[in-house]
């Protein structure tokens, strides 16, 4: 079995009109918000295998705080340019290149890629992911992630800060 937990970040803050997009950091309710949805991520679901991020700078900020919860170093986190303002396509191909060797993976993204990916994925109909929001997808009957496609995941849980 697969299992895919998708991300978006920690709410950004929009205060320094020189940053461009990828480089807006979390303001402070996302550095607030970050830490509590990791730590009770890794409460629930104590193994995962690896963690994929946007190159975003709030993304990254977002899956430091994941790996953080996990003691994972942050050079080990996957950062991956094609999930930057990416539609669900692009998304989906990034974890169908994952290695097989990983059970349960993390991709930290943006709206409005992953909202669609859960629901292509999961034949769901969320109108969107809020930030700090984490949605857990199984694939019961996967065993390489080339074969995730679309209606072939169950939603097993999304949650909230």
Excluded at 5 to 26: C, E, G, N, P, Y
Excluded at 88 to 101: D, G
Excluded at 105 to 133: F, K, R, Y
Aim: aromatic share 6%.
């Amino acid at each position: 079995m697969k299992r895919l937990f998708v991300i978006r970040h920690a709410k950004s803050d929009w205060s320094d009109a020189a940053l461009t997009d990828k480089q807006r950091t979390l303001n402070a309710r996302g550095l607030r918000e970050a830490p509590i949805m990791a730590a009770a991520l890794v409460k629930d679901y104590p193994q995962i295998d690896h963690i994929i991020s946007s190159s975003a700078v709030r993304t990254q900020q977002t899956a430091q705080h994941v790996a953080d919860a996990y003691g994972i170093s942050h050079d080990q986190i996957q950062l991956c340019d094609e999930i930057y303002e990416a539609p669900y396509e692009q998304l989906l191909k990034v974890v169908n290149t994952c290695s097989n060797e990983h059970s349960a993976i993390i991709l930290v993204g943006h709206m409005p890629g992953v909202t669609l990916l859960v629901n292509s994925l999961a034949d769901e109909n969320l109108s969107m992911s809020p930030t700090s929001s984490v949605t857990v997808i199984d694939f019961p009957y996967i065993t390489s992630w080339e074969e995730v496609s679309q209606g072939t995941g169950t939603l097993k849980e999304f949650r909230v800060v």
